[in-house]
Every structure is written in C-alpha cells, then in structure tokens.
C-alpha cells in the first residue's frame, strides 16, 4: 500500500477551481515529484495535504489513515512534514528555536537526539544556532527550512519550491542535499518549477497543468518526453 | 523633593499602564487585533475582588486570586464568542466588535453594581506600634513619603515583567505563541495549535489585567463601571509608545508615559497632562513610527 495517496480531489479558492479532481500516490521510499508551471495547482496540492486548506471532495489517505477533518496541526504528529514555499522560517527567532519548533509534536527527550542530527546534516546552521533566522542568506534559510521539517522525524517530507530564488550553485547543493536525504531513507513529496532537476532526481513525476494531471511516468521518461521537453525544459 | 516624589509616583502609574499595556502588545503581537475591552476587564478584576474583599470579608490575596481567575475566564470566553468566528474577517469588522463588546462590559457592571461609585478598600497598610495606620514609608526625616501601594505596584510590575520574559524566550508555549505571531499557517506545520495559543494569550493579558485593576484603584480607589476605560486607552497608547507586539516596549512606553503624565499633571497644568501625554506620542511616532522599541521585520526574498 502507498504511504499517501491522493484520490480525486477537488480543491477550491472561493470560486476558482484550483485542483481539478486529481489523484497519485507516493510509495515509501520514493522521490515523486509534481511539476508544472505557475499557477498549475501544485502548492495548493501540497497544502491540501498538510491540511492548511481542505478538498471540497475526494479524499487523502496517509499510512493507512483518512486524512479528512484532522486539523492541520494534528498532521505533522502523524509522521507528514511540510517546507512551505519560500522557506518561511521564523525570522525573528533564532536558528536553534524555529529547529525547536520543528519538534514541537515531539517528546521533550528526543529532541536534542534530532537536533544533533540535524546539525550533522547542516554543519552550517549548528555555527549559526544563535542567530537570528532573518539574518540567514536565502540558501542557509533553505537548509533551515528542512531541518526544521526534519525535526519532527517524518516518514514523508514534501518540499514546496525548494529552489525558487537560489542562485544555482545554491540550487544543485540543495538537490544533493534531497538526494542524500533520498538515500538515507526519507520518502519525498517535491513540488518544483525546476522541471529537468527535479524529473532527474525524482523516481516518478506527475505533471500538472491548470489543477489536472496531464501525464505521468518514471523520472526518465518524462525528462525523455518530446512534450515535457516543449513544454517545461526549454525545447 | 518633589520632583523626586512626582518621578515615583509616575513610575508607579506607569507600572499600572505597563501591565495593561502588555495585555494589548500580546494580543496584538499574535491575533493582530487591538482588543478594545481590555480596559473593561480591569474594572471587572476591580469589582470582583472588591466584592470578595468586602461583601465577603475574604483576604486580600485570595480576593486577587479570585478577580485573576473571573478576568482569565472572562478574556478566554470574549475571545472564543466575540472574536474567535471573526479570525478571518476584515480587521475594521473585529475593531468594531471590540469596541461593542467594551460597551457590552460597561454597561453590564452598571446594571449589576450600579453608576454609584465604590470606595476601594486599602490593603497596603499596617498597624504601627501606637495603633495608628501606616501607608507608607517616610524617608529624608520626613520629606519624601512612599506609600505602600506605590512600592507593590512597582515591584508586582517588575516581577511580571521579569517573568514574562522568561515565559516567551524560554517557555515551550511562549516560543510557540512568537512563531504564531510570526507566520499562523507555518506554526500549524509545526503542529502548533494556533487557536490553543490564542486562547492562551488572552488568559495572560486578562489575569494580568485584573491584577492591574486592583492596584489602580488601591492608587485610586474611585471605583464605577467607567473605570477602566480611560486608563485602558493610555496603556493602549503606551503599547503603541513602545512599539505593539513588543513586551520590554510595554514596559517603556507604560513607564515613560507614566511619568510624563504625573510631571505634566505637577509641573504645567492638571487639565493638560493628557494632552502632553498625547502631543509626545505624536512626536515619537512622527520620528519612529513603529515605536520606540517597535521593530520592523526584515524579510528575504
């Protein structure tokens, strides 16, 4: 059985009809990523999951359990974490303390076992612990930003636009880190505008255009697709 | 030494003003809302534990304890009625319907207690030796009088301070009630219940607000329905002083705020003081218009 799958959902922002009656899955321990251009619907899918806005119907089905009326701050306890589009760190508290915040569903005496973790993942943040998250460069908010989700120990973790407003040097350090997190056993939801790096890292990608899904594959065959070439790899 | 006593006694007021003070930056700092009855709450900590002091000839502490616990449930039964459905309705709408519930309280503590005024008992005192009532110290032979409801008041102030402090930069919840004030839905993510920590704040501001209330009308002891509402508007403006959202800002902008208004009131004119309180706060938020310990947030892109 997967870990999530998503079954027909609609979703809705007052009138417009944002996500229109989609469905995948992802299965433990896989990289899938939903691509697609601005505006496809793929935030609001990522939202939808973390329960920050609801479907209007379908359902979503996370490790055997419906996720239908859990609020969203009961989720992320149930092993789901999210990196919000544009990295949204606390910037008025330090590193260590949006880490923390991270823990928050967390049992006290776990969290300095996570935190070492973390910063052995990230030896940067560990020499900034102390500093303001909103004196952080966009890259080491970034590193922030998934620390933190690693903070609750997730058996899914999906990144929204990791890469948007990296430099690209930034970029490919931040795939890596996605890669490494892939190898040591995370499974990964990866919403990207960044098509050719995500399809290349990624085990299956969906694509979506304009709230549906219009094809789906492996990694390869979509960085292979004449379409997906047109269309989002720049010929 | 009166210039020395007119800076006590303004940092005494000011000690008041700061307390309220931190029920309105703490509300706003995390529901982004001025919540306009919170003077209201103060005359009702007054009345209850008038009525327990008196009607009901119970201790003094356990009267306070009493008027925390009535305006704890009071701030958290405000907030889940009046504007917990409005979470996401234009701020003009939750203005208004602050302001409504502030009228609301007036006129509920007329109907129940009456427009007459109540005599606020002194706590602060104690028999000396010859069976004469001591209120204060005196000190310099006799030329400056500090009375006892002045140093509780400013040490009540200073531990509330000190501890609230430690609560938000150390305390588990306070860390999550800075992340609410920050960034709702992300605090979610984090598996913060933000409804949980809004109802907290409330409880903080509303238990502190019934403390204040007691030791304004120990300093002044007028009490009518109306009593909190003009105090409530000058800690208001003291929060905005010092920067709305910030507490060591509540704490400044109270105290500066007090003693301007007490030197006002003793050195120019008794009917100006407020209008000088006021004319300051333009000048500071012409030069600073986030406060004098405002801070604006630094965000990348």
Redesign the interface.
């Known amino acids: 059985m997967a870990l999530l799958e998503v079954n027909y959902i609609n979703v809705y922002y007052g009138a417009i009809h944002a996500i229109k009656g989609i469905s995948f899955y992802v299965n433990e321990g896989e990289i899938v990523t939903l691509i697609g251009a601005n505006g496809a619907g793929k935030s609001t899918t990522l939202k939808t999951i973390?329960?920050?806005m609801h479907p209007a119907t379908g359902n979503i089905v996370f490790d055997g359990k419906d996720l239908h009326g859990v609020?969203?701050?009961?989720i992320?306890?149930m092993g789901l974490?999210?990196v919000?589009e544009?990295r949204?760190v606390?910037?008025?508290?330090t590193v260590e303390?949006n880490l923390?915040?991270?823990a928050?569903?967390q049992p006290n005496g776990t969290i300095s076992s996570s935190l070492e973790d973390v910063y052995e993942r990230f030896p940067r943040l560990k020499e900034r612990r102390r500093q303001i998250a909103?004196t952080?460069?966009?890259g080491e908010?970034q590193m922030l930003a998934m620390g933190?989700a690693l903070m609750?120990r997730p058996k899914l973790m999906m990144l929204d636009e990791p890469s948007m407003?990296l430099a690209p040097i930034l970029v490919q350090q931040i795939f890596d880190i996605i890669k490494e997190l892939h190898a040591s056993g995370s499974t990964i939801l990866l919403v990207e505008q960044n098509a050719q790096k995500a399809l290349s890292i990624a085990d299956r990608g969906y694509v979506l255009e304009t709230g549906n899904i219009v094809t789906t594959g492996t990694g390869q065959e979509l960085l292979n697709s004449d379409s997906i070439k047109k269309a989002y790899l720049g010929g | 030494m009166s210039l020395l006593d007119s800076i006590i006694n303004g940092i005494s007021l000011g000690s008041i003003y700061a307390i309220i003070a931190l029920g309105y930056t703490m509300v706003y700092g995390i529901a982004k809302m001025l919540n306009f009855a919170h003077g209201d709450v103060i005359m009702v900590g007054a009345y209850v534990c008038f009525f327990a002091a008196t009607r009901f000839g119970l201790n003094p502490l356990v009267s306070v304890l009493i008027a925390m616990v009535v305006c704890t449930l009071l701030g958290i039964t405000i907030e889940k009625l009046a504007y917990a459905p409005l979470r996401s309705a234009p701020s003009l709408a939750v203005l208004i319907t602050a302001i409504g519930v502030s009228y609301f309280l007036q006129n509920l503590a007329l109907l129940l207690w009456s427009p007459n005024p109540k005599v606020f008992p002194n706590f602060f005192k104690k028999i000396a030796d010859d069976g004469s009532e001591l209120t204060g110290i005196n000190l310099f032979g006799g030329s400056l009088r500090i009375s006892y409801v002045t140093l509780v008041t400013i040490l009540v102030c200073v531990v509330i301070m000190v501890a609230l402090t430690v609560f938000i930069n150390n305390g588990k919840l306070g860390k999550a009630m800075r992340a609410c004030s920050e960034d709702k839905d992300t605090a979610r993510l984090m598996g913060i219940n933000v409804n949980t920590t809004i109802s907290v704040t409330f409880a903080i501001g509303s238990g502190l607000a019934a403390i204040a209330g007691v030791l304004l009308c120990s300093a002044y002891p007028t009490l009518v329905p109306t009593t909190g509402s003009m105090p409530g508007i000058k800690a208001f403006t003291a929060a905005v002083f010092g920067g709305i959202g910030s507490v060591p800002g509540a704490l400044l902008g109270g105290l500066t705020l007090g003693v301007i208004e007490i030197l006002a009131k003793a050195y120019i004119s008794t009917q100006l003081s407020d209008a000088v309180v006021f004319a300051v706060l333009i000048i500071v938020l012409l030069v600073k218009p986030s406060g004098l310990l405002g801070r604006k947030i630094n965000e990348k892109v």
């Open positions: 973390s329960g920050i609020p969203a701050h009961k992320v306890s974490a999210q919000p544009g949204r606390f910037l008025n508290m303390e923390e915040m991270g928050y569903t909103g952080l460069s966009g908010q933190r609750s407003g």
